[in-house]
């Protein structure tokens, strides 16, 4: 429990309070931090002896050189639990730092006992987590799996809906930590912390039977609880973009996944979720944030990518020689977007009606496909989906 970073931290805390040079020792007499770098993983004959003989050794400025590695002072064991974690020193007259190293004793035995809660909660969410990523994976619940989700407080028969919160220029962040800071230990901490503090700030603003956590480099999940409608996911959506980006100078990209029923499908909202971002990270519209349930078309382009390439390789080739391509991508992009309405599509993009036709009638010219039929409109759709993808 007593670990050396654990012991410099409490050092680092302590040593402006009491003013005093404090060391923390360990059971074997080795000094694990001090308020003095030198004396780090020396040997404390007066600490040692404390823990062999299970009793506090106070040792006066005459009587420190009969003790190897130390100097004048007060040093008590450090119990937790009924067992002695060691030993804390501190430095100076025994009659007036005795009250002192009392008062120091019961900090670190406090900060020791909420060290073990905290690793105690930390095992405990590490578990949950891994019972999440597992459940994303499912293609099938067991009841063993099921009872297991139980003992864990995680309720499968509610219905959910999956979030995958992408940071978008992670490289960013990292370079920023690497630049920071030049110990390799340092860096990795610092990035942790971080990692840790954008899950707590996106857990800070879910509902209490929303599950959050980190599921690799820069990727979070957030499993919603759904109301049969997405108008609290958008307005959730839309609040933690904004905030995200404003607590931690990060753009974000969430996709949001198809709604179950129950939790027991919620690998299903994983995959279309997954799909989603696919889609998200190639669109040219700049938005933040694509719905699974808004983009059927393109999720089925994305699960049957090459098959589909494939078939209209010659239409893509033939997209790709045509002179003014982007003035006519517009026009057929708003086209379809109003249901193959003409006027509409004409008053959208602020031209005649006519220039409409004549650009229409230029793509099904050139790629034999008719933008005035249904099925041919569907292809051209699709299409334009491949190219935003290639």
């Not at 390799?184 to 879910?206: M, P, V, W």
């Not at 480099?217 to 980006?245: A, C, P, Q, R």
């Not at 990060?250 to 997954?274: C, H, M, N, Q, W």
Request: charged share 30%; net charge positive; with cysteine.
């Amino acid at each position: 429990m007593l670990t050396r970073y654990n012991a410099q931290k409490i050092v680092d805390k302590t040593l402006k309070i009491f003013g005093s040079n404090i060391n923390i020792i360990d059971c074997n007499g080795i000094i694990l931090a001090s308020g003095d770098p030198a004396r780090v993983n020396t040997f404390h004959e007066g600490a040692f002896i404390a823990v062999k003989e299970n009793r506090v050794v106070e040792i006066d400025e005459r009587e420190s050189s009969k003790f190897k590695g130390a100097r004048w002072g007060v040093n008590y064991p450090i119990y937790y639990r009924g067992k002695v974690q060691g030993v804390v020193g501190i430095t100076g007259d025994p009659n007036e730092v005795r009250k002192l190293a009392v008062i120091l004793k019961e900090m670190v035995e406090l900060i020791l006992s909420e060290i073990e809660f905290m690793n105690i909660k930390s095992l405990e969410s590490k578990v949950e987590v891994a019972y999440l990523k597992e459940l994303l994976s499912k293609k099938e619940i067991t009841p063993e799996f099921a009872e297991r989700g139980k003992l864990l407080g995680i309720d499968l028969e509610l219905p959910r809906v999956c979030l995958i919160i992408e940071i978008l220029d992670f490289k960013k962040i990292i370079k920023r930590y690497s630049d920071k800071y030049k110990d390799t230990y340092e860096r990795e901490l610092a990035l942790q912390t971080f990692k840790n503090d954008f899950e707590e700030y996106i857990r800070k603003y879910c509902g209490i039977k929303d599950k959050v956590f980190h599921l690799e480099e820069d990727v979070f999940i957030v499993l919603k609880e759904y109301h049969g409608s997405f108008s609290i996911i958008n307005k959730f959506v839309e609040m933690i973009t904004e905030k995200l980006e404003r607590e931690f100078s990060t753009k974000t990209l969430i996709a949001i996944g198809e709604p179950v029923e129950t939790s027991r499908d919620i690998a299903f909202s994983y995959r279309t979720a997954k799909t989603t971002m696919k889609i998200l990270s190639k669109m040219k519209n700049n938005s933040n944030y694509l719905f699974a349930t808004d983009y059927k078309i393109h999720s089925l382009v994305i699960n049957n990518l090459d098959t589909i390439r494939t078939k209209l390789k010659y239409q893509l080739e033939v997209i790709a020689s045509i002179k003014n391509w982007d003035k006519l991508r517009i026009t057929l992009e708003k086209y379809i977007q109003n249901n193959m309405n003409i006027l509409k599509t004409s008053k959208d993009l602020g031209i005649h009606r006519n220039t409409v036709l004549i650009r229409l009638e230029k793509i099904k010219e050139s790629l034999s496909l008719d933008p005035f039929n249904l099925e041919d409109c569907f292809i051209l759709k699709l299409l334009l989906i491949l190219e935003d993808f290639n």
